[in-house]
Structures are given as C-alpha cells and as structure tokens.
Nanobody, 125 residues
Framework: QMELVESGGGLVQAGDSLRLSCAAS????????MGWFRQAPGKEREFVAA????????HYTDPVKGRFTISRDNAKNALYLQMNSLKPEGPAVYYC??????????????????WGQGTQVTVSS
C-alpha cells in the first residue's frame, strides 16, 4: 500500500515556472516507477511524464518535452515535476501515480496502481 500526496500547485502566468512535489508513504518507494498525469475540466486524464524506479530513465509526452523535468529522490520518498515556460492552458489537476509494471513508460493509466489526490495548476494568459 502506498499513499501519495501532491503539493506545489497554484495560479501562475504563462511563461512562469512551477515545481510540483509528490510525497510517498511506502518504504518500498524505490521499487515503483512513477508518473505525472493531468486532467483538465471535462477532459480525460492524460500522461505527462514518467520516471523509472531508480530515476535513470525519463519519458515525456511530446507537448512538454524540453519544458518539464521529472525527477525523484528515493532517499526522501519524493517525486518532482519541474515545469518551465508554462502555457496558458487553463486549470488542470496534476496527479502523481505509482506503477510496478515494465510498460509504465507508455503512460497508460491502467499501468498505475496508486494515485494521489492531485494538486491544481492554473496557468493564466
């Protein structure tokens, strides 16, 4: 069992940066591949980025490549998402999630078994 708690969301302007954090409760955090997803009002939840359990491999959806960076600190049971050059896309809730499956990098929601409650990010123009 793992509890995930996101933080760091807020209201920012286009072009700003924001860093999201996800605190994990499990002692076996380093066994899990981790991901970030986001969901805008009225839309499906979508994959943003993922990192393997040891932090050596990262994967991104094309729209965020070069602007977002996912990282983790296994000693602190923490996951991060550094978001730069944010675009005015309106509000979205960002979720962190954990997976034990090898195909976590494909960003399928079904591959992730533990989810946080989310943190809202709103980027205004």
């Amino acid at each position: 069992q793992m509890e995930l708690v996101e933080s760091g969301g807020g209201l920012v302007q286009a072009g700003d940066s924001l860093r999201l954090s996800c605190a994990a409760s499990a002692r076996t955090f380093s066994n899990y591949h981790m991901g970030w997803f986001r969901q805008a009002p009225g839309k499906e939840r979508e994959f943003v980025a993922a990192v393997n359990n040891l932090g050596g491999r990262t994967h991104y959806t094309d729209p965020v490549k070069g602007r977002f960076t996912i990282s983790r600190d296994n000693a602190k049971n923490a996951l991060y998402l550094q978001m730069n050059s944010l675009k005015p896309e309106g509000p979205a809730v960002y979720y962190c999630a954990a997976s034990l499956l090898r195909y976590y990098w494909q960003g399928r929601i079904s591959a992730f078994i533990y989810w946080g409650q989310g943190t809202q990010v709103t980027v205004s123009s």
